[in-house]
């Protein structure tokens, strides 16, 4: 594009910030903004990661924050960028490709069903080494983005969305960067898999009657919710296994119980140390969620009653895809 016809970056003070719930995904109007100045350009050395994206004025949101490596080891990064951020950056759709960086990235993107160990998982990977972020939440607004909204975007809008999120992510943590999900992200999986072709994919499970009661746990949900979730899910599996693109599955148990074992079955080592070993149990004996809303300490202790785990099971009976179940030996979720 000409450059007379590309806007400028702005830079902003935050005179306020608030969320209506600590879950809530990322949203421009998270922040009150006081603007600045224009800038030239974002430098890697301004610490700053993606937010979200406001569709009105077609720009994205980049946080800077003090200090990023913390904030990248977070549970949850959007909770921290919500809490670290001091100043944002807004940039506009057509200038995110000078974020997107050069060719070469080989991120792995972690999705799951949600309360299923990809906290965990993002956890084991840090303590050996490896550098991972979970959930940035621009990926989790196109997600959630309704089916009318989404068609107001241009075309070009969501793959330069999803490379800017890839690229602003490897600038900080390198081409192989693995980045955990929101569970609301199956809805984009395939777009996903488009804009980043060389990407791997892992999908994390869990045994179903226990993954029930944990969503319930955590978020409040209706039994038929939950079952419908699931479903959607399972298909999700098969519409990645379609594309063709390099898709793992895990379980949480497994990964609970035999954490090293399980990760050299997902083709990302070929030995780990004694050390390393050392490292992963520790990380595993762990709340891989401390420090945030979800951590175990702070949910609370109500279990579905006998009557809503009947009603999930009855709909989980009646919705699920069992030839899909089948195809991917998805044994557990039957």
């Given at each position: 594009?000409n450059?007379?016809?590309?806007?400028?970056?702005?830079?902003?003070?935050?005179?306020?910030?608030s969320?209506i719930?600590?879950?809530?995904?990322?949203?421009?109007?998270?922040?009150?903004?006081?603007p600045?100045?224009?800038?030239?350009?974002?430098?890697?050395?301004?610490?700053?990661v993606i937010?979200?994206?406001?569709?009105?004025?077609?720009?994205a949101?980049?946080?800077?924050?003090?200090?990023?490596?913390?904030?990248?080891r977070?549970?949850?990064?959007?909770?921290a960028?919500?809490?670290?951020a001091?100043?944002?950056v807004?940039?506009?759709?057509?200038?995110?490709?000078?974020?997107?960086?050069?060719?070469?990235?080989?991120?792995?993107?972690v999705?799951?069903?949600?309360?299923?160990g990809?906290?965990?998982l993002?956890?084991?990977?840090?303590?050996?080494?490896?550098?991972?972020?979970?959930?940035?939440?621009i990926?989790?607004?196109?997600a959630?983005l309704?089916?009318?909204?989404?068609?107001?975007?241009?075309?070009?809008?969501l793959p330069?969305?999803?490379?800017?999120c890839v690229?602003?992510?490897?600038?900080?943590?390198?081409?192989?960067?693995?980045?955990?999900?929101?569970?609301?992200?199956?809805?984009?999986?395939?777009?996903i898999?488009?804009?980043?072709?060389?990407?791997?994919?892992?999908?994390?499970?869990?045994?179903?009657?226990?993954?029930a009661?944990s969503?319930?746990?955590?978020?409040?949900e209706?039994?038929?919710?939950?079952?419908?979730?699931?479903?959607?899910?399972?298909?999700?599996?098969?519409?990645?296994a379609?594309?063709?693109?390099?898709?793992r599955?895990?379980?949480?148990?497994?990964?609970?119980?035999?954490?090293?074992?399980?990760?050299?079955?997902?083709?990302?080592?070929?030995?780990?140390?004694?050390d390393?070993?050392?490292?992963?149990?520790?990380?595993?004996?762990?709340?891989?969620?401390r420090?945030?809303?979800?951590?175990?300490?702070?949910?609370?202790?109500?279990?579905?009653?006998?009557?809503e785990?009947?009603?999930?099971?009855?709909?989980?009976?009646?919705?699920?895809p069992?030839?899909l179940?089948?195809?991917?030996?998805?044994?557990?979720?039957?």
């Amino acid at each position: 594009m000409n450059s007379q016809y590309r806007r400028p970056l702005l830079l902003h003070d935050i005179t306020a910030r608030s969320k209506i719930a600590p879950v809530a995904f990322a949203s421009p109007e998270d922040f009150t903004l006081r603007p600045v100045r224009t800038v030239d350009t974002i430098r890697p050395t301004d610490n700053a990661v993606i937010y979200c994206f406001d569709q009105k004025s077609e720009r994205a949101l980049f946080t800077l924050c003090d200090d990023l490596p913390a904030m990248l080891r977070a549970p949850f990064l959007y909770e921290a960028q919500f809490a670290a951020a001091r100043q944002i950056v807004t940039v506009p759709f057509e200038r995110l490709e000078e974020y997107a960086g050069a060719g070469g990235a080989k991120p792995t993107f972690v999705f799951s069903i949600g309360r299923c160990g990809s906290t965990l998982l993002t956890a084991l990977l840090g303590a050996i080494g490896v550098k991972s972020v979970s959930e940035p939440d621009i990926l989790t607004q196109l997600a959630d983005l309704p089916y009318q909204e989404r068609a107001w975007l241009s075309p070009e809008a969501l793959p330069r969305l999803i490379l800017a999120c890839v690229g602003s992510l490897r600038t900080h943590c390198g081409n192989d960067v693995a980045i955990k999900l929101r569970s609301q992200c199956i809805h984009i999986a395939t777009d996903i898999v488009q804009a980043c072709p060389g990407a791997k994919f892992i999908f994390v499970l869990r045994s179903r009657q226990p993954w029930a009661q944990s969503r319930y746990r955590a978020f409040g949900e209706t039994p038929a919710f939950i079952a419908q979730m699931l479903a959607r899910s399972v298909q999700c599996i098969d519409e990645l296994a379609r594309t063709g693109c390099d898709l793992r599955l895990v379980w949480y148990e497994d990964l609970r119980d035999a954490p090293g074992p399980t990760l050299r079955c997902l083709g990302m080592f070929d030995a780990l140390s004694p050390d390393d070993e050392a490292r992963l149990c520790t990380a595993s004996a762990q709340d891989s969620q401390r420090g945030s809303h979800l951590a175990q300490h702070a949910l609370p202790r109500t279990a579905m009653a006998a009557h809503e785990l009947a009603s999930f099971e009855e709909t989980w009976s009646r919705i699920r895809p069992k030839a899909l179940l089948e195809r991917y030996a998805l044994g557990r979720l039957r």
